[in-house]
């Protein structure tokens, strides 16, 4: 295991990382509430796995299809909850 930076991010800043890059902070310790916002960005051909089903945050996209036997990569993603922000066809 390599360590790109253990430099950290000042209060208020920014991390902005590949999102299989294993990251983490330390406790909270001031009386503030930390916040924090996630985006991530996929191919607009992604399609769902079963996999989805391991994740508190994914699983609810998928488990009525898997409860029911269905095929989740036949689920498409709903452009309300995952808009298309850039396609080769916008260049």
Do not use: C, Q
Not at 34 to 51: E, Q, Y
Not at 53 to 75: A, P
């Amino acid at each position: 295991l390599e360590f790109e930076s253990m430099a950290g991010v000042a209060a208020g800043g920014i991390s902005i990382h590949d999102g299989r890059t294993w990251h983490g902070s330390g406790p909270n310790i001031s009386d503030l509430p930390r916040r924090g916002i996630g985006l991530h960005f996929v191919p607009v051909n992604a399609k769902w796995t079963g996999d989805a089903m391991k994740s508190r945050l994914w699983r609810k996209y998928v488990e009525d299809v898997v409860e029911n036997d269905g095929d989740v990569s036949e689920i498409e993603l709903d452009d309300e909850v995952f808009p298309i922000t850039w396609t080769p066809k916008m260049i």
